[in-house]
């Protein structure tokens, strides 16, 4: 049973546009919750993070909104730009999940930015 | 060198060979993971290592076998794989537990034959 989900496998967003990615989880015990960024022929990396004390984070062009009620996340990246083109990975955090310590992460969402 | 390295950084292997994947982490961290992608399937957890001892197993099968002899070096034993073991394993570290924010290594892509 997945835990953390990702519907979009794809997403396609013109240059300069907003991207949205989005993740919906079903364990109310998370309570951090990250986004990693992968190229190909590379390890994931870290993007950014929100506790759930929070409902929103911003970082530069990044931000991740959190409803807690509705177990769902997002992602805004604005503007897009064509090196923001990478699978974007949901992951979460807390007791009950992927263990302990370790992560529960999506599937991920292949993000296209078209120039 | 920075980060954290995993080698090799492609494996192909017969079912009946033994074989090892290495991760060296330069970040000075005290938490090691690993974990396996599979085709169309989210990274799963494996193990976790916290000041080299194991922490978590995830009900992995024994024939993989994991070993840290130091807080900077995570080591994966392979024996009498499967070809469904094939996948991209991934190596991370983080500071501390519980590993919020995680650094990654390139990952192993290994194909069992």
Redesign the interface.
């Known amino acids: 049973d997945?835990q953390?989900k990702q519907n979009s496998p794809s997403l396609s967003v013109q240059e300069g546009r907003i991207s949205i990615l989005n993740c919906d989880y079903t364990n109310s015990m998370f309570d951090?919750f990250?986004w990693?960024k992968k190229y190909p022929?590379?390890?994931?990396?870290?993007l950014i993070?929100i506790s759930s004390i929070k409902d929103k984070n911003e970082d530069g062009r990044f931000t991740v909104f959190l409803n807690k009620s509705a177990k769902h996340l997002s992602l805004h990246i604005v503007p897009s730009q064509p090196g923001d083109s990478a699978v974007y990975?949901c992951a979460a955090?807390g007791k009950g999940g992927?263990?302990?310590?370790?992560?529960?992460?999506?599937?991920?969402t292949h993000l296209i930015i078209q120039p | 060198e920075t980060g954290?390295t995993?080698t090799p950084r492609h494996l192909v292997m017969g079912m009946t060979n033994k074989k090892s994947l290495k991760c060296e982490q330069h970040l000075g961290h005290n938490?090691m993971?690993w974990?396996k992608q599979s085709a169309?399937?989210?990274?799963?957890?494996m193990f976790?290592y916290?000041l080299e001892e194991r922490?978590?197993n995830?009900s992995v099968p024994s024939r993989f076998s994991p070993e840290c002899p130091n807080s900077s070096h995570l080591f994966l034993h392979l024996h009498t794989l499967q070809p469904e073991d094939s996948a991209l394993y991934?190596c991370?570290s983080s500071p501390v537990?519980?590993?919020?924010?995680?650094?990654?290594?390139?990952?192993t892509r290994l194909t069992v034959t």
């Not at chain 2, 537990?97 to 990952?107: A, K, M, V």
């Open positions: 997945q953390v951090y990250l990693y022929a590379e390890g994931p990396t870290f993070s990975f955090s992927g263990g302990a310590d370790g992560l529960t992460f999506g599937k991920g | 954290v995993q938490a993971y974990y169309k399937k989210p990274l799963e957890l976790v916290s922490v978590e995830n991934l991370a537990l519980p590993g919020r924010e995680q650094y990654f290594g390139p990952g």
